[in-house]
């Protein structure tokens, strides 16, 4: 899966993959995996990171460009009223 881990990891904060990784209760090397798309990453994984990186889960994964956009059913809620 395509994801901007590194570069999130890199413009957003100043931590390590080895940080990364201690704050997830993983190996380092499973981290780099993540980063490289070379294996899934849980979505118990995603959510932490988007908390330590105080963005969405949509601009984890490119699904949007805007790391505080709303989630899509809150956009459609918020349009209906």
């Excluded at 979505?43 to 699904?63: G, H, P, Q, W």
């Amino acid at each position: 899966m395509k994801n901007r881990l590194k570069e999130v990891r890199n413009e957003y904060s100043n931590m390590t993959q080895a940080d990364m990784a201690q704050l997830l209760n993983i190996n380092t090397r499973q981290y780099q995996r993540y980063e490289a798309g070379e294996t899934d990453i849980p979505v118990s994984k995603l959510i932490t990171m988007a908390t330590i990186f105080e963005c969405n889960l949509d601009f984890l994964v490119y699904r949007t460009d805007d790391p505080k956009a709303l989630p899509y059913s809150q956009y459609w809620l918020s349009k209906s009223e």
